[in-house]
C-alpha cells in the first residue's frame, strides 16, 4: 500500500513494478489517483481522509506500506499505529528531525509488536548515512562527523507539497550534535567549498535535517554536523535566517506557514548537475580522519529506487523489528543495489 500520488508516490510504484511488486496506491484526490494509475499500472484505493486511510490498513492488512504524504509529524503517528495492529511494516521519506526522532521514539513498540518501521528512506538520509556506516565499519565510534548532502533532482510543473515545504522549514532550526546531544546550532554556519570527484564545485552549510539523527545513531559520534547545497549562500539571508528559525518554531506559525508554501507552484526544471552527491568525513580521537562519496544520478529518481528495494527486502523477510533509517537497518550495500557507487580516497593517518 503506498499513500501519495505525487511525483515520489509515482516514481516508486514505477519502481516496484520494476521488481515484480504491484502497488496500491491511495489518496483522496479520485482524478489524481486514477492518472497515477494509468502511469504506473497501480491500483487505486480512494481515502478522503488520514483516518480512512489507518482504517483500511486496519482492515485490509497490507504487508508494507508506504507514506509519502507529509508532514510526517503530523501523518506518521496514525499510520504507524495502524500497522503496528496489524503487523505491517512502515516505510516513509521523512527528512527532518522531528519526524526523525518521534520515528525513533517508536522503536521499542515496533518491536514488541514484531514489525519493521523505516523512516528517511529517501536521498539525504540514505546517501549520507551510507557513506557513514562504510566508513565506520569495523571501527569504534569515531569523535567528529560531517556530512554532506548535495542533490541533483529534475523539478516537475506543479506544487512543492507539504512534504518537502515541511523538511526544508523543520532544516531551518540550527541544530547539531554536541558532546552526544542534539544541541542549537547557527543555521547556515560551517560553510565549507567542496571539489566534487568530477572536478566541480559546491558550497555546502550547516542546514540540520534528517541526516544528522541519521549519521548520528550510525556512527555514534560525540559531535555531528550535517550540511547541504540547498542552504542559501546569500549573505543577506543567512543574515536573515536566525529571526527566521525563532518563528518557525512556533507551531501554529509553521504549520500555516507550511501550508501556504506548500500550494505555491513550481516550474519545470532540469536537474542542476550530472550526478547527486552524499558526503561524509569522519575523524577518530586518535586524529585519523576518513573521507567518502557516494555518487548516483537524479536524487528523486534514487529516493523511488531505494524505497522499493527496502520494500522488497522487507516483503523477504530480511528487516528485523523496530525503527530503523535505511543504511542502519540494511548496511552500505544498500546503496549500491539501488545503482549508486562509493567513492573512497585513501585515508589520512594524521
Not at 526544508?168 to 550534535?177: D, S
Not at 541526516?211 to 556512527?219: D, V
Not at 549573505?235 to 507551531?251: D, G, H, K, N, Q
Not at 552524499?278 to 548516483?296: C, K, M, N, Y
Amino acid at each position: 500500500m503506498l499513500g501519495g500520488t505525487g511525483r515520489s508516490g509515482r516514481t516508486i510504484a514505477a519502481q516496484l513494478a520494476r521488481r515484480g511488486l504491484t502497488a496500491v496506491l491511495v489518496g483522496r484526490d479520485a482524478h489524481r489517483l486514477h492518472a497515477a494509475s494509468e502511469q504506473t499500472g497501480s491500483e487505486t484505493l480512494l481515502a478522503p481522509s488520514l483516518a480512512t486511510t489507518a482504517s483500511e490498513i486496519r482492515q485490509q492488512r497490507p504487508s508494507v506500506v508506504i507514506n509519502t504524504v507529509g508532514p510526517f509529524t503530523a501523518t506518521a503517528p496514525e499510520i504507524v499505529d495502524a500497522c503496528r495492529a496489524v503487523g505491517s511494516h512502515y516505510i516513509d521519506l521523512a527528512n527532518d528531525v522531528a519526524a526523525l526522532s518521534a520515528a525513533f521514539e517508536m522503536h521499542d513498540a515496533a518491536t514488541r509488536a514484531g514489525h519493521t518501521v523505516v523512516t528517511g528512506a529517501g536521498f539525504g538520509v540514505t546517501a549520507t548515512e551510507s557513506v557513514v556506516v562504510k566508513l565506520c565499519e569495523g571501527r569504534p565510534a569515531p569523535l567528529r562527523v560531517r556530512v554532506d548532502m548535495v542533490p541533483s533532482a529534475a523539478m516537475e510543473e506543479g506544487t512543492a507539497g507539504e512534504a518537502l515545504i515541511g523538511t526544508l522549514l523543520g532544516g531551518l532550526a540550527g541544530r547539531q550534535i554536541t558532546d552526544g546531544h542534539l544541541a542549537p546550532a547557527r543555521i547556515f554556519s560551517d560553510a565549507e567549498h567542496l571539489t566534487l570527484p568530477d572536478g566541480s564545485q559546491v558550497t555546502t552549510a550547516n542546514m540540520p535535517l534528517g541526516e544528522l539523527l541519521a549519521a548520528h545513531r550510525a556512527s555514534g559520534a560525540r559531535h555531528v554536523l550535517s550540511a547541504s547545497s540547498e542552504a542559501p549562500s546569500s549573505p543577506v539571508i543567512r543574515a536573515m535566517m536566525p529571526a527566521v528559525s525563532t518563528l518557525m518554531r512556533w507551531e501554529r506559525l509553521r504549520s500555516s506557514t507550511t501550508r501556504r508554501l506548500a500550494r505555491v507552484r513550481v516550474k519545470a526544471k532540469e536537474r542542476p548537475r550530472e550526478y547527486s552527491w552524499g558526503h561524509a568525513v569522519v575523524t577518530w580521537a586518535d586524529g585519523e580522519t576518513r573521507e567518502g562519496w557516494l555518487r548516483l544520478g537524479d536524487a528523486q529518481e534514487y529516493t523511488g529506487a531505494v524505497t522499493a528495494e527496502i520494500a522488497r527486502r522487507l516483503l523477504a523477510g530480511e528487516g528485523r523489528p523496530g525503527a530503523d533509517t535505511p543504511a542502519a537497518l540494511f548496511g552500505p550495500a544498500l546503496a549500491e543495489s539501488c545503482g549508486a557507487e562509493y567513492l573512497l580516497p585513501q585515508p589520512d593517518p594524521r
